[in-house]
Structures are given as structure tokens and as C-alpha cells.
């Protein structure tokens, strides 16, 4: 008897035949964590710790399957049993652990880390329900707890707890693991997870994410990014990230404890990677630590910080640099309030004449950005064109004293969760065509030779319309939505952020949907799909979804376009959605305002599934464009350069007028307040959208508004070309393998970890 069927008996008193999907999700569930617990955990002197506020893993039944070898017999004993792995894993729940890009990021990070037989784990903290599940009532976002923890998880409690004090009270954490496989690898890491017992969901008000901030004792792991648009959330974040990096810190010390290290020498034995500014506080906590617990003096416990943290820095938006005012922190913690003034006398003395790169500010904020930089030996950006602007522009004078710590690690994607989880079908193709080593060293490029061999055109064809009839399969099930047959895909999912420039799609949406109401009717249907979450307090944002909304319930009601045009807002966007999305894409949208995009990861999961980019030379784009070459790209808009400098002389936004009044935009602007919207939307918000880009248009969605109408024409013409078309992918698929997470994380244990 297979383990499985034993594992049905145990459980459900049934044959593996008679159970419901969500039973054998359990039998699964509990066979591969066996499989997991009763393999080695990684070891090794040195250890790497990647702190991170977000770990967005997805689902993990089909990865974790794949990474263990195990996929095949599994799928052949469930389809000997009448069921299908597929049909299995919609049982499953995501975990609600994070939210965009610096989430998804971490987890392929930790696919990647364990896959290279890498001694490292996560660590993070275990929200209890994420950001929030989406819905969408009266074309409005709204919010509602998005509770996993109820479900069959993946999750393991473990005996490890510490203290954790705060100015009003300690707690003692929780922690929680979830295992990490690597590909091939007879060990693997973990994900590690802290949280608090008291925690409860009573407090969130009904049918809402309206809890009692104050109550921290019940609210310290209820939501990732609670709102902190007003004084008691700014000092609920506070209150997270010192019990995520406190924990951590306790962590991390112990174990190089228990392998024989005297803590001066802490950097031996660990690596510790902060994803961003929000585990920042770990500086100030290791000074903490080592000067209350461990007899060190302040400026012998920095000389041992200083070779031991290295800094990822994930934006070069000024907003998204935290800066905390020391307040809030004397309010939270205040022995930790105390050694930020400490740090900030130290860059004092070392620097007295640049105002620029002091930690504390004229208002009394505390840069957290320049604490993680001082006081790290790395700080590394994430794009060749976002490290550039954070050395010239936005960083300079960082770069300027500490020039050899700043250097680039384009970030990549794992293979194993973009393609051989979610495209089965293109990795049996690759893997006939050019066997399987691409999925251990992620080299695609052979398959460029079959760029003139029909069978494969017509194979990749074949797959495209497979997985949009999954798309149409999920988007029915999920929210009751009916794609149009045979139609052009066409997707921009990313959150919800006026730089991304969600609105500039929406007004070309107008302009699309008024040339059809004139009569010139597109060759091949067209559907245009966006997902993303908006923060709760971003009104414009939620403003951007509500136009959304309103333009697809529009079109939907009108008989002579919506033949032709299709919109859809996906609702509560996640791993799984992103999954369906990406690989039925012909067209993937990367339309950010150049130089305001770190990176990007969604354009490395379109272009490695065979969409082709439409961009700007903005974050990746630029080195997916290098590598496809512009025949196979469709790039628009102004260039970085030029777009810095407008916000250095201030030129567009002086002349903004002048663009709104072109002939071309005005329309399409004003057509936001027209009867026709009004008629479905609210009022407020769509004038209030209509004002902001008209008198603000603060991430330029005009500049580059009749250059994107051009290039999107273009591309819609060239579609109907399917050989042509279908070349171009094959070409930018073949050129995805540089993407891969595998290379992002052995260029930084070559150049930072040294593990």
C-alpha cells in the first residue's frame, strides 16, 4: 500500500478513492511534511538569516512536491485513485503572509537559497490575516480579514520563545515554522515565523479590518501593514517590526551561541540580510543586546554589527524610506529610542558636516534607510538602473562615503514556481526540446534554435490557448466572469500605486473603447485584465480601482463594444490568480514611470512564459530589453534621465496644462466625469481622480499617454501575425534564464554572504 492510501486510512478512515479534494489536500499535506520533518535541516558555521516583513510563498502542496521529487509518483497514485492534483490543490489556502513584490520576492529567495544547498532561513512574523482579502461591492475595493490560519496549513509550532520588551509591557513570542525543500537537496531550510498567544481576531469589527490599534496585546500579528494614517498606527508598525527584529535578534544569537562563537565574532557565524527598511531596528536591537547581556562596550558592539548586516533597498520612492519620529519610538520602545541617539552622535562625530547623512533629522525623525546604511558592511539595489539612480540621485551621498558597499543583485524569479508549477505544459516542451537541465541551472537559451521549426510555433500556440482556457476556467469559478474566446490577453497586475500607472491604461481604455464606439473594430477580440491591492488610507489609489470597475461594468453594457473590449479587475489578486494570469498573457504591461520602479519581478514571470513587454526603460525592462533585443520589446515613454531632471526643474507639472488641453488626452480625461461613468460610479471619487490627474499628475501618466496609444496599436496589429508573434516569444522565453532567483542569490553569497 502506498503511504498515501495509509495515510487516508489513518486520517479519514477512508480509501484515498472515497475522499473529498480537501481531504486528500490533508492526506498530502501531512505525507510531505512527514517527508520534510525526517530530512536535515541545513547546517554550517556560517548561517544566513533573511528578515523580511512580507514572505508571500502561495500555495506550496506543487512546489514542495516538485523540490522533493516527488510530483510524478504523487500525481500517478492520485490519477490511479480518480483524482487529479490539480482538482487537489484549489483545497488549499494561501497563506496570508504578504502582499507585492518585496514579498514575492523573499519567497522565491527562499526557493532559491535551499535549492543551492545555502545555510539559511526566513525569518518574519505570522500575520494572522495578511493585508486583507479584496472585495469588490458598488465597483468599490473593499476590505475584509482574509483568514488562513483555520485551514490545513503548513505551519509548525515550535517550543522557541523569547522575551520581548516593550516601554508598557513584555511578551513572551511564539514561534512557527514552515519548511522550506530545495530542489534535489537532501536538507532544507525553513521559514520562520514569530507571533503572539493573546493575539485574537474578536477585535476586528464585523464585515471590516477596524480593530482597536491600541490593544496590542491582541492586535500585534493581526494584519500586515495596518493602517498608519494616524498616531496610534504609526506606533502599532513600531510595535511589529521591534517584535519581529527582537526576536530575530535573540535568535540569531543563540544559535551562533550554541556553535561556539563569543559574539565577537558573531559575523563568522551569521549573515544577516534585511529585506528593506522595515527590519532595520535590528541594528540598534544587536547593540541592545550585546551591551546589556554580553559585556560589550557601544562601539565594540557596532564594529561587530557593522560586518555582519547588509541592507537590500527595494525603492527609490522618498515615501517608502521609513522615517519614524523619535516619539513614537520613545512611546514603543525607549531603550531602543535611546541607542538611535547614540548611533546618531556616533554618524555626528564621524561626519559633522553632512547634514545629508545624519540619522536623526531637523524634525526629529530617525532615517531608518541611513541606519541600515552606516551601520551595515552591504547595501545592495535590485535593478543595474535603480542601483545607478540610488548611487547618483537618491543615495549620493551615501554612495559618496561608503562607495564599496554599494553594488546591484537584479533580483530573479524561481523556475520551479513560475514555469515547472505553473506552466507544465511549456516545461514538458522545454524539456523535450532541450532536455532538463534548464531546471537546475535555468540556461533557456538552446531553445532560441527553435525559432523556425514550426511544430514548436504551434506548440507554443497550443499552450498560450491551453492555459487562457484555465484563466477562463478559474476567473468563472472566483468571481463568475466569462472571458471572451480567442481573445487578446492583455495584463497589468501589480498593487495599486500611481507610479505603476494603473490610470494611464484605464485612459487608454477610453480611447480604445471610444475609437470602437466610432466604428474602427479591433481584427481579434481584446480583454485587458489588472489585479492589485490598494492600501487601505491611498485614496487616489482605491479612486484608480473604482475607474476600473466602472469602465468594466461599462463596456460589459454596451452591445457594440463589448463584442470587442473586455475589462476585468481580478479580485483579491494573489499567488494563485498571478499564476493563472501570467501564463495565459500575450502581453505584459510594465508601463511604471521611468526611474520610479526598483525592479520588478512580474515582468521577469510574463517574458519567462512567453508574453511579450510592453514598458518603459524603467527598473528589469531595461535588462529584459538588453537581452531580447527591441525587435522583440515594445518600449515607449521618456527615459529616466529625463524624467529626474523634470522633478528637479519641476518643467512637466508647470506645464501640465498643456498636456491635459492636447487634443488627443483632453477627451480621454474628462470622459472620467462623463454621464456615461457618473451614471455607475460615485460621484466624489471620480471627480476627485479626474482633478488629480488634470492638476496633479504627480507620476506623469500624461507625458507618456499618446506614445503608449501608438505603441499599444501596434502591438494589437502585430498580434495578428501569429507566426511573427508567437517567434518573439519563443525568443523572449529562451532569454528568461539570467531572471532566475538561482543566479540573483549565488551573485549574493558570491559577493555578501560568503556562505
Not at 652 to 658: F, S
Request: negative net charge; aromatic residues 10%.
Amino acid at each position: 500500500m502506498h503511504a498515501l492510501e495509509q495515510h487516508a486510512k489513518e486520517l479519514f478512515k477512508k480509501d484515498l478513492a472515497n475522499l473529498s479534494d480537501a481531504e486528500t489536500y490533508k492526506v498530502l499535506l501531512d505525507y510531505v511534511q512527514e517527508q520534510m520533518i525526517n530530512s536535515p535541516v541545513n547546517q554550517g558555521k556560517k548561517k544566513l538569516y533573511y528578515i523580511s516583513a512580507e514572505f508571500l510563498v502561495g500555495k506550496l502542496l506543487t512546489t514542495n512536491l516538485i523540490n522533493l521529487g516527488l510530483y510524478d509518483e504523487v500525481s500517478q497514485v492520485l490519477e490511479a485513485n480518480g483524482k487529479s492534483l490539480h482538482d487537489v490543490e484549489k483545497a488549499e489556502t494561501e497563506p496570508s503572509l504578504g502582499n507585492g513584490g518585496l514579498g514575492r520576492l523573499a519567497a522565491c529567495f527562499l526557493d532559491s537559497i535551499a535549492s543551492l544547498g545555502i545555510n539559511g532561513d526566513g525569518i518574519g512574523l505570522n500575520y494572522h490575516f495578511g493585508l486583507f482579502r479584496q472585495v469588490f461591492r458598488d465597483n468599490q475595493q473593499a476590505s475584509v480579514p482574509d483568514e488562513w490560519l483555520n485551514h490545513p496549513n503548513w505551519l509548525v509550532k515550535t517550543e522557541t520563545s523569547y522575551e520581548i520588551p516593550f516601554r508598557h509591557f513584555n511578551f513572551k513570542s511564539s514561534l512557527y515554522e514552515i519548511e522550506i525543500p530545495g530542489f534535489e537537496q537532501k536538507a532544507h531550510n525553513r521559514l520562520r515565523l514569530f507571533d503572539l498567544e493573546s493575539v485574537t481576531s474578536d477585535i476586528i469589527e464585523a464585515d471590516s479590518i477596524n480593530f482597536d490599534k491600541m490593544n496590542i496585546p491582541q492586535n500585534l500579528t493581526l494584519f500586515l501593514y495596518p493602517d498608519d494614517s494616524d498616531y496610534v498606527g504609526n506606533l502599532l508598525r513600531i510595535y511589529q517590526q521591534y517584535f519581529m527584529v527582537s526576536n530575530a535578534a535573540q535568535l540569531i544569537i543563540e544559535e551562533a551561541k550554541a556553535k561556539g562563537s563569543d559574539l565577537h565574532d558573531l559575523y563568522d557565524y551569521a549573515v544577516v540580510q534585511i529585506n528593506d527598511t522595515h527590519p532595520a531596528f535590528i541594528i540598534p536591537e544587536f547593540v541592545r543586546l550585546l551591551t546589556t547581556y554580553h559585556g560589550f562596550e557601544f562601539k565594540e558592539a557596532l564594529a561587530v554589527i557593522e560586518k555582519t548586516v547588509a541592507f537590500t533597498n527595494h525603492t527609490i520612492l522618498a515615501e517608502a524610506l521609513e522615517k519614524w519620529p523619535m516619539a513614537y519610538i520613545d512611546e514603543v520602545v525607549p531603550e531602543i529610542a535611546k541607542i538611535i541617539r547614540q548611533l546618531d552622535e556616533e554618524i555626528r562625530s564621524r561626519y559633522p558636516d553632512k547634514e545629508a547623512v545624519q540619522i536623526i533629522d531637523q524634525d526629529d525623525r530617525a532615517h531608518m534607510a541611513h541606519i541600515a546604511i552606516h551601520f551595515s558592511f552591504s547595501t545592495n539595489g535590485v535593478a543595474k538602473l535603480h542601483t545607478e539612480i540610488l548611487k547618483n540621485s537618491e543615495l549620493k551621498p551615501f554612495y559618496e562615503l561608503y562607495p564599496d558597499k554599494f553594488n546591484n543583485k537584479t533580483n530573479g524569479i524561481s523556475f520551479r514556481r513560475w514555469i515547472m508549477a505553473a506552466n507544465p505544459e511549456l516545461t514538458q516542451l522545454l524539456d523535450e526540446k532541450i532536455g532538463q537541465d534548464w531546471h537546475k541551472d535555468a540556461d533557456l537559451t538552446a531553445f532560441e534554435k527553435e525559432i523556425d521549426q514550426a511544430d514548436s510555433l504551434k506548440r507554443l500556440q497550443e499552450i498560450k490557448h491551453h492555459n487562457k482556457l484555465q484563466l477562463q476556467e478559474y476567473l468563472s469559478d472566483q468571481q463568475g466572469v466569462q472571458l471572451h474566446d480567442n481573445a487578446i490577453i492583455d495584463v497589468q497586475i501589480k498593487r495599486l500605486h500611481e507610479y505603476k500607472r494603473q490610470q494611464m491604461l484605464a485612459l487608454y481604455i477610453i480611447h480604445k473603447y471610444l475609437d470602437i464606439k466610432a466604428g474602427n473594430l479591433p481584427s481579434t477580440p481584446i480583454t485587458i485584465l489588472f489585479g492589485g491591492k490598494a492600501a487601505p488610507a491611498y485614496t487616489i489609489a482605491q479612486d484608480i480601482i473604482h475607474l476600473i470597475l466602472c469602465l468594466s461594468e461599462l463596456i460589459a453594457k454596451d452591445p457594440e463594444v463589448s463584442p470587442y473590449l473586455q475589462v476585468i479587475m481580478v479580485e483579491n489578486y494573489n499567488v494563485t490568480s498571478a499564476e493563472k494570469l501570467i501564463t495565459a498573457a500575450d502581453i505584459s504591461e510594465q508601463i511604471s514611470l521611468a526611474s520610479k520602479e526598483a525592479s520588478g519581478t512580474g515582468n521577469m514571470k510574463f517574458m519567462l512564459n512567453g508574453a511579450l513587454t510592453i514598458c518603459t526603460l524603467d527598473g528589469a525592462n531595461v535588462e529584459i530589453a538588453e537581452r531580447v533585443g527591441e525587435d522583440n520589446i515594445y518600449i515607449f515613454g521618456q527615459d529616466s534621465e529625463t524624467i529626474v531632471k523634470l522633478y528637479e526643474t519641476g518643467d512637466y507639472h508647470r506645464h501640465l496644462a498643456d498636456y491635459y488641453h492636447r487634443e488627443r488626452i483632453k477627451p480621454l480625461v474628462d470622459f472620467i466625469v462623463s454621464d456615461e461613468l457618473l451614471a455607475l460610479g460615485q460621484h466624489d471619487r471620480l471627480y476627485r481622480l479626474h482633478e488629480d490627474i488634470k492638476y496633479k499628475d504627480w507620476f506623469m501618466a500624461l507625458i507618456d499617454l499618446e506614445e503608449f496609444i501608438d505603441v499599444k496599436e501596434k502591438v494589437y496589429a502585430d498580434y495578428e501575425d501569429q507566426e511573427s508573434w508567437t517567434k518573439k516569444a519563443l525568443i523572449n522565453i529562451a532569454q528568461a534564464g539570467y531572471f532566475s532567483s538561482d543566479r540573483t542569490i549565488q551573485d549574493y553569497n558570491q559577493d555578501i554572504w560568503k556562505i
